[in-house]
């Protein structure tokens, strides 16, 4: 499962527009750092088993129908550059709100530094940062998984009424799927 910090609003926090998908936990451009809570004074490094080229690919084929299917499936269109840009979002047949997201993101170690709730985990030899958080009765788990030095792929899972546990277990699923995807670099 992968790691991940605050959980924010996507572009402002204004009323929610029907329809829309969860935004992803700790991973809103304009939401400050959450304070450092007290850690090891070791940097997080990240590992990666295969450097993964991602140029070229769009970020809505990431997780397909198929992929989806373990958490309910897709409904409706997908939501490119949404919640944040260079991701790709899908509301899911299982619950109102119930959202599952992939898309290409900034480095390991700036996903680490600005989400210190978050854990590592490892998935399939690369290392992925896991945060949850309960937004709007919506256990929301992002993960951010190294695939290059300079970048990492980020799944989101927002499920209404989920344990995170639960929730969890469900992303690292889609991340792997999402993971083979990506041809190496």
């Not at 998908?21 to 400050?32: D, L, M, V």
């Not at 989806?68 to 944040?84: F, K």
């Not at 997201?101 to 030899?125: M, T």
Request: proline letters at 10%; hydrophobic letters at 40%; glycine letters at 8%.
């Amino acid at each position: 499962m992968l790691p991940m910090l605050l959980l924010c609003t996507v572009a402002g926090c204004a009323s929610k527009i029907p329809g829309e998908p969860i935004p992803a936990a700790g991973f809103h451009e304009n939401h400050p750092a959450e304070p450092a809570q007290p850690r090891s004074t070791d940097a997080v490094q990240a590992h990666i088993a295969i450097p993964r080229n991602f140029d070229g690919i769009d970020p809505c084929t990431l997780l397909t129908p198929a992929d989806l299917a373990v958490v309910g499936g897709p409904v409706g269109p997908p939501h490119p550059d949404n919640p944040i840009a260079g991701t790709c979002s899908q509301l899911l047949t299982s619950g109102r709100e119930n959202t599952a997201a992939a898309g290409f993101y900034e480095p390991y170690e700036v996903v680490s530094r600005r989400q210190p709730r978050g854990v590592q985990l490892n998935i399939e030899g690369h290392s992925a940062w896991l945060y949850c958080e309960l937004v709007n009765s919506h256990q929301t788990c992002t993960a951010a998984t190294a695939i290059r030095s300079d970048r990492t792929l980020l799944t989101m899972l927002s499920m209404q009424g989920a344990a995170a546990a639960d929730t969890a277990d469900q992303l690292g699923k889609l991340t792997a799927a999402a993971l083979h995807k990506l041809p190496p670099a």
